[in-house]
């Protein structure tokens, strides 16, 4: 995700700390809970245009 977005690029430390903020209230343990979190993330970054539209050959 972080190649196909540019996610890390720029402020790398500001966009570190907020996604692992968003893990460091999970408990220790809780796979669920970093699944839900995670898929959160990628559902908000990848819209359903990216999912659907095709790739482009050559």
Known sequence: M???T???TGS???QMEHDLALLRDIPHGDADGHT?????????TFTLD???SPCPTR
């Open 2 to 4: 972080a190649q196909l």
């Open 36 to 44: 839900t979190a995670i898929d959160r993330v990628v559902r908000e």
């Open 12 to 14: 790398v430390e500001s």
């Open 6 to 8: 540019g996610r890390y």
């Open 50 to 52: 990216f999912w659907s």
